[in-house]
RNA sequence: CGGGGCGUAGCGUAGCCCGGUUAUCGCGCCUGCUUUGGGAGCAGGAGGUCGCAGGUUCAACUCCUGCCGCCCCGACCA
């Protein structure tokens, strides 16, 4: 491709809505333009990244059997309704407002919907079905660019099996797939348990990137790879002492005093003595729930102990339920259900609010004080804290999710009447799996794993093309002989390459520009070496440049290229 | 949806608090000449509903009200 006259719009400066290195790049190097908050467009480098992601998406996916169609983003709202994710989706899902249809956010619907009519017999079974399309979803808050938009494209693919025993092989060889794709991409990721939230079903892991632009946040430990997303990891921490006596329960009075920290300060004794109080309306019915010092609620693991909605208490609930205000809340005297984190597993000599502001209690103990308590893992590991494996330290950290892939079970063969026939003309409910790689994330999580100051560092599996080539003084005859000769004949050999032959830049414009767009290899075309029948050539990730000898350029771009 | 910030030429911006000349500067763009191995120089030039709509005023980029858009933090998120 010519860049004369191509539209490579690069600009030299941060635009000022971008703040993290793949948006600012993806808008310098020219990739994508933004439309509209969360809704991109590819320009013609980034959609030929794109395209490349897609691909090698593909070949993996068909390596495993996968068969790929195209399914409709346009969707009737009807059988959205059947499986209850209008309501599930909320403000999430697009909707047509003159006619009833949404704009589909997934496609497990629509899967099972074509499954209904196709799938009879044990016989038809197993299937991969899989597609890349376009997926909406009315983010609140689109950020980071292409990461979190309200367009974007992903690949999808769904499988359907007779039992749970044939899902996990459809999984392992997604897993398989993924762990293929994500190599060979030649990004650095590693794998999560995590929660299935919305989607429902039993298992579910995420390929995750480690990223300060992440909207996850994941515990990993180096030592023995645990990962897991932070609203399931578990960490093993010391709970707090029994004593061999249990002091009296003691009311004290402290004014101002609200936090844990305070509360510490105040009475001059340690945060592993206190019971910090909680209280969450599960299903309308209060639940206080306790956790040791300062550590955090983790409301996934608590929701997924209590089962139903759940949601912390407003302010104004809290006096009517308690008796206190936020801070002066405690287990002693508490009229309605308590649950409490296993580090306070028989603890005693506690401190606690008195559910009475301005008000503590101490020489609390759990087991003697608090009738019925039941312990549960209830909080979000941090780092530092010892792996539940190996015993190392973990660390907790941001990350981007890739992928995800899920066992969905029967929840939409169920919904929506997808069964098969056995052996014996008995009726079963199709066992379906749910697998997702948004393919935007995939280019921009290369680009923050691969970038220095001057721009994008392309390996040749992503870059929109293998060779930069450059020809420096476009008004010397020499340059632009031996430049076009290249670039015509090794086109014509199948090299891809991107040719600057802007008539009026000048060498340096043309240099940051090539570093900007980060194609692995430049191929620079001055006149001192032309004239001796040499061109420069330069490794964009290293850095390293030497002069190579026209004939034996093409053997060594090859050799580069392998 | 809550909190904060911003909206002036294709991009980045000054001016606004304290209303009053022809709305500032840099990049980019156009013309000419020079230059051509790390974002060139000189000269000339084009390009603006100052986000939109109301209001106050003799007078609004500037003050007031409403709306829209964008960014950041949070809530939410498969």
């Known amino acids: 491709m010519r860049m004369d006259k191509s539209f490579i719009p690069t600009l030299k400066e941060t635009p000022t809505e971008a703040v993290i290195t793949s948006h600012i790049l993806m808008l310098r190097g020219a990739l994508v ?7 991109y467009s590819y320009l013609p480098l980034g959609y030929k990244s794109l395209r490349k992601v897609s691909e090698i998406v593909r070949e993996e996916m068909n390596a495993i059997g996968g068969q790929e169609c195209h399914l409709p983003a346009l969707n009737p709202k009807e059988i959205w309704e059947e499986t209850g994710r209008v309501e599930a989706f909320g403000d999430t899902m697009f909707h047509v407002t003159n006619r009833d249809y949404v704009l589909a956010p997934t496609h497990e619907e629509i899967i099972a919907f074509h499954a209904k009519g196709t799938i009879k017999s044990y016989k038809d079974l197993p299937q991969i079905w899989y597609h890349i399309q376009t997926k909406f979803r009315n983010e609140a808050r689109p950020r980071s660019g292409v990461i979190r938009g309200r367009q974007f494209l992903m690949k999808d693919s769904y499988t359907l099996d007779t039992t749970f025993e044939e899902l996990d092989k459809s999984y392992a060889l997604h897993d398989k797939a993924y762990r293929k794709i994500f190599d060979r991409c030649g990004l650095k990721y590693f794998i999560v348990g995590a929660s299935s939230g919305a989607m429902g079903g039993s298992k579910s892991e995420e390929f995750m990137v480690k990223s300060d632009a ?11 790879g645990y990962a897991a997303n932070s609203e399931v990891a578990t960490s093993v921490v010391d709970g707090a002492p029994r004593h061999d ?3 009296e329960i003691k009311e004290i009075h402290t004014p101002n005093v609200h936090s844990i920290d305070e509360l510490c300060a105040f009475l001059k004794i340690n945060e592993t003595q206190c019971a910090k109080s909680r209280i969450y309306m599960h299903d309308n019915a209060p639940v206080l729930v306790l956790m040791l010092g300062n550590d955090e609620v983790n409301e996934t693991k608590l929701t997924s102990v209590l089962g139903g909605n759940v949601r912390p208490c407003h302010p104004e609930e809290l006096k009517e339920i308690s008796g206190a205000d936020a801070g002066s809340i405690g287990p002693v005297g508490f009229k309605h259900k308590i649950i409490a984190d296993n580090r306070l597993k028989d603890a005693n000599n506690l401190f606690s609010g008195a559910n009475k502001n301005d008000y503590h209690i101490g020489g609390i103990d759990l087991n003697r004080d608090v009738a019925n308590l039941e312990y549960y893992d209830l909080r979000t590991s941090e780092t530092g804290e010892k792996c539940v494996r190996c015993g190392s330290p973990i ?3 941001k990350a981007i999710e890739l992928g995800h892939i899920f066992k969905l079970g029967t929840k939409y063969s169920d919904a929506l009447g997808v069964v098969y026939q056995d052996e014996n003309g008995q009726e079963h409910p199709v066992v379906m799996g749910s697998y997702g790689i948004g393919c935007d994330r995939v280019l921009a999580c290369y680009i923050e794993q691969n970038n220095d100051e001057k721009g994008i560092i392309w390996n040749k599996t992503l870059a929109p093309f293998e060779i930069h080539l450059i020809a420096l003084n476009m008004r010397k005859e020499t340059v632009v002989n031996l430049a076009e000769k290249i670039y015509d004949e090794y086109t014509k050999e199948g090299f891809d390459i991107l040719y600057d032959d802007r008539p009026d830049a000048q060498a340096g414009f043309k240099f940051n520009d090539a ?4 194609m692995p290899v430049q191929v620079i075309v001055g006149e001192k070496n032309a004239k001796e029948g040499k061109v420069e050539v330069k490794i964009r990730r290293t850095g390293d440049r030497f002069v190579v000898p026209v004939e034996e350029l093409k053997s060594k771009l090859k050799e580069i290229l392998m």
């Open 245 to 247: 006596n249990s002091e």
């Open 214 to 224: 992440g909207e996850d946040t994941v515990a990993y430990c180096e030592k023995c």
């Open 33 to 39: 333009r933004m439309l509209s908050a969360g809704i």
């Open 515 to 518: 570093d900007l767009l980060g």
């Open 395 to 397: 660390e907790v950290f």
